[in-house]
């Protein structure tokens, strides 16, 4: 079955210095990776996905996460961390054996970015 | 483009009462979610809809949970009877291939 771990419950910043975000993963197949971030009272807005190819994905806001199959890792990265970047984080993860399945999210990592 | 449209925003009810959620996907999107998220917890995908028809409902509590997606386009969730543990936000998402558009939720606080 798949899974998705978010170890940190929260992680705290200060604003400029690089943030780092950990997810690991877990599925049968290859896996199709996600991040989102939600904003209080909103929905969850995608900023990434790597699906193949390149290991490094960049994606919106700055941000960019680097697959690691070995580590079966995908973490959250930004070099530079704004207070807006504060928000809750999710990793998810989907079977790429069933390209139409269905998402399995962690259990959020909440970002403070304090200036 | 329009994004994807819920309703209402918060719903407050007693235990034992019936809600029922709304949800229009964004237009063309073939694949539709209903995602309940406890507080302090990740979704958790309750029911996905494949045009109209259901490709997972897995963990639905099929007991007090519905949902139906007609005509493939608009969905409804309903809850009944409703239990104090049902709290949470519920999400709607829609999908045209690998990554999901979400609502903002709709907020239900049963008391």
């Known amino acids: 079955a798949q899974s998705v771990a978010q170890p940190e419950d929260q992680v705290n910043v200060a604003e400029g210095n690089p943030l780092t975000v950990k997810c690991t993963y877990s599925?049968?197949?290859?896996?199709?990776l996600f991040w989102y971030v939600q904003y209080p009272n909103r929905g969850l807005q995608f900023l990434l996905k790597?699906?193949?190819?390149?290991?490094l994905v960049k994606g919106s806001y700055g941000f960019e996460a680097e697959f690691n199959k070995s580590q079966t890792s995908f973490h959250l990265k930004k070099p530079s961390a704004l207070v807006s970047d504060s928000a809750l984080y999710f990793c998810a993860v989907r079977d790429g054996v069933n390209q139409g399945g269905k998402l399995i999210f962690g259990q959020g990592t909440e970002l403070s970015v304090k200036p | 483009e329009a994004g994807v449209a819920q309703s209402p925003r918060y719903k407050i009810i007693e235990k034992r009462q019936s809600v029922a959620f709304w949800c229009n996907p964004i237009?063309?999107?073939?694949?539709l979610y209903w995602y309940q998220q406890i507080l302090g917890q990740g979704p958790k995908l309750l029911i996905q809809?494949?045009?109209?028809?259901?490709?997972?409902d897995s963990q639905l509590p099929k007991d007090r949970f519905s949902a139906e997606r007609l005509k493939g386009v608009d969905s409804t969730l309903k809850i009944q009877p409703a239990k104090l543990e049902d709290s949470a936000v519920y999400l709607c998402?829609?999908?045209?291939?690998?990554?999901?558009?979400f609502g903002n939720g709709t907020r239900l606080t049963v008391t």
């Open positions: 599925v049968s197949g290859n896996p199709y």
């Open positions: 809809f494949q045009n109209n028809g259901v490709v997972d």
């Open positions: 998402a829609s999908s045209p291939a690998q990554s999901l558009h």
């Open positions: 790597y699906i193949t190819g390149d290991n």
């Open positions: 237009s063309g999107h073939a694949t």
